[in-house]
């Protein structure tokens, strides 16, 4: 009886996950989660803690490779850990995800690629900053778990480029979201 239900449950197992996607499938992923923001040469820069939501695309070239675009709005910035002395950022992007999709085991993937972002909105205090960059580019590096179409995506983004000018301040963050993965078609 324990190996029948042993071998029931591999199988449930097996129909429930989805290694990735097939040749020349194209899937879309609606996804929301949580960002961990802050910047890089700051004196007194800590977590600002902000939304993270959007779609993304994934075209699979090989059986083990893919490649995903996609559009997200993205809470950036810091909170100034001295607000006496010191003023919080608050920067919001779109940002353009592009990345390429390894697939190490069903259902698991690592991910690499460079994402350009359009500043939406960028905020001293409840100040616009105007000395803010209009586009701005980082590199996210990650893993995700996609199960029963589910997908659990970490990422974290290197900063490229300067987020203000003058300055050296990058931005830097961890992203963790959420997603519904369904088929659009081969």
Do not use: C
Request: without cysteine; positive net charge; proline residues 3%.
């Amino acid at each position: 009886m324990r190996k029948l239900f042993m071998i029931a449950a591999m199988m449930l197992t097996s129909i429930g996950m989805f290694a990735q996607n097939e040749v020349g499938q194209i899937t879309l992923k609606p996804m929301a989660g949580v960002n961990l923001a802050t910047m890089t040469n700051m004196r007194t820069a800590s977590l600002r803690i902000g939304a993270v939501a959007g779609v993304e695309g994934e075209y699979g070239l090989a059986k083990k490779f893919s490649i995903s675009a996609g559009l997200l709005y993205s809470m950036q910035g810091e909170k100034s850990s001295d607000s006496e002395n010191y003023a919080s950022l608050k920067y919001d992007y779109l940002n353009i995800p592009i990345l390429a999709n390894y697939y190490v085991y069903p259902g698991l993937a690592i991910k690499a690629g460079i994402q350009p972002g359009i500043k939406l909105s960028a905020k001293v205090d409840d100040s616009n900053n105007d000395d803010a960059n209009g586009v701005y580019f980082s590199f996210p590096v990650g893993a995700s778990y996609e199960y029963q179409n589910f997908v659990v995506d970490a990422r974290y983004h290197f900063g490229a480029s300067k987020a203000d000018n003058p300055g050296s301040a990058r931005h830097s963050w961890f992203s963790i979201t959420l997603g519904y993965k369904f088929a659009l078609g081969k």
